[in-house]
């Protein structure tokens, strides 16, 4: 089965589209995969690689992706949505090594109608798993009306 391009699944544009390609997807998963390499953003020479914390923002464009593939599939429009948290993030190196492909696993293990969602997410390389995560995240109906919101709450007297 063939899926959209990354960068129609996904609310980032230009460099920040981290992610390479959507590999499956269906209902509750979606797994993405991501080349490291030189070039890669967040790619540090003297490590040869990308340090794993980048993992996490793996994991949600991911999760973003998903979000996008559900509403392409229903018609709707890619959505923004919040990063809000990764739970127990347990990374088993320190650094994804340069020419490595990554596969980034999320699965959707609780969605809200209020927009909350948490993933249960795994970065493997070979079917090792390097890295893993709940993740929870946001994503409001209207995220311009909820940041003008949010932006407004936010004022303080002094």
């Not at 020479?45 to 993992?55: D, E, N």
């Not at 990554?102 to 079917?127: S, T, W």
Request: aromatic residues 8%; charged residues 15%.
């Amino acid at each position: 089965m063939s899926f959209p391009d990354i960068r129609e699944l996904v609310p980032h544009s230009g460099a920040m589209v981290l992610l390479d390609r959507v590999l499956s997807a269906d209902a509750e998963n979606l797994c993405a995969e991501v080349s490291i390499h030189a070039g890669s953003v967040f790619y540090d020479a003297p490590s040869a690689g990308v340090g794993s914390w980048v993992g996490v923002e793996y994991m949600a464009q991911a999760i973003a992706a998903y979000a996008g593939y559900q509403a392409r599939l229903t018609g709707g429009p890619v959505k923004i949505g919040f990063l809000l948290g990764a739970r127990r993030y347990d990374a088993q190196v320190p650094v994804f090594p340069c020419d490595s492909v990554l596969q980034v696993h999320v699965h959707q293990v609780l969605q809200g109608e209020n927009g909350l969602g948490a993933f249960e997410c795994r970065i493997e390389m070979a079917g090792v798993v390097l890295a893993q995560s709940t993740i929870t995240v946001f994503q409001p109906e209207d995220a311009k009306q909820f940041l003008q919101e949010s932006m407004n709450g936010a004022q303080y007297e002094s």
